[in-house]
């Protein structure tokens, strides 16, 4: 009987390991997005205003938006590149665990469908 707490005790602190590592990504996208949107002045002034009859240019604001985006994106890669196959191992080794331990009654049976 002193298994069961102890597999429940370690398949917790795998899940918590789990949801630090979630965690760690969505600061990262929070972080991009917060530097992204900290841009979007010094972009906006560069556009040009009605002279001459023409019509202010709205996709080279987007175009320059994404062209930024993209290289903050570029930046950060490696480190969520790396949380991420980090988190599909956790999610493997947490599979693993309940599959191994679980007992047979325990989990839930399909339902069929009428």
Known sequence: ?????????????????????QRQLKLIDRQV???ITSFLPQLARRQTGYRRGKSPDTGSFLERYRNNLAALTA?????????TRKLARQDAAI??????FEPVGDVAQPREEV
Do not use: G, N, W, Y
């Open 75 to 83: 930046e950060r890669q490696p480190e969520v590149d790396a949380l």
């Open 1 to 21: 009987m002193t298994s069961k707490p102890i597999h429940h005790v370690q398949l917790s602190r795998m899940e918590e390991a789990r949801r630090q590592t």
């Open 95 to 100: 599979a693993a665990f309940r599959t191994r």
């Open 33 to 35: 997005l917060r530097r």
